[in-house]
Structure formats: structure tokens, C-alpha cells
């Protein structure tokens, strides 16, 4: 049966978004490549001792919608 990997474990895995370099004079295309490359696991990472995990869901909201009500909550 495989172990679970703890927090640390975890952290130690994921890339730190902060750590993540683009240079906005390369095309789009450039850009995203060099992001993922970067990342490693656009999905999940971590923001200082932070991880986050993006998921979406099958509805018709934009993620701007989302961002728009998260905003207007705090």
C-alpha cells in the first residue's frame, strides 16, 4: 500500500508561483510554454507555505464571474 505524502513532503514537491519568471515581450504562445515548463504542474503549485490546486467545474461561469464574486464576498 503506498504512503501518503505529508504536507512537507508536498510542499517540498511543488513549484513556488513566485518563483515563476515571464517575460511579457515573448508571444503568447512563448509565454504559456515557458509558464508550464516552469511550473511543472500548472494544476497544483504553492504560494509560500500555501498549496493551491485549480480545478474547474462544468457551469457557465467565467472564471472572471468567480473572481468577481470572491471579490465582492471580503
Not at 41 to 63: C, D, E, H, L, W
Request: charged share 25%.
Amino acid at each position: 500500500m503506498a504512503r501518503e505524502q505529508s504536507r512537507e513532503e508536498l510542499l517540498d514537491s511543488l513549484v513556488d508561483i513566485r518563483s515563476v519568471k515571464i517575460d511579457p515581450a515573448q508571444p503568447v504562445e512563448e509565454r504559456m510554454r515557458s509558464y508550464v515548463e516552469q511550473i511543472r504542474n500548472p494544476y497544483m503549485f504553492k504560494v509560500g507555505g500555501t498549496v493551491v490546486r485549480v480545478s474547474y467545474a462544468n457551469t457557465q461561469s467565467t472564471i472572471n464571474d468567480n473572481f468577481v464574486n470572491l471579490l465582492s464576498s471580503i
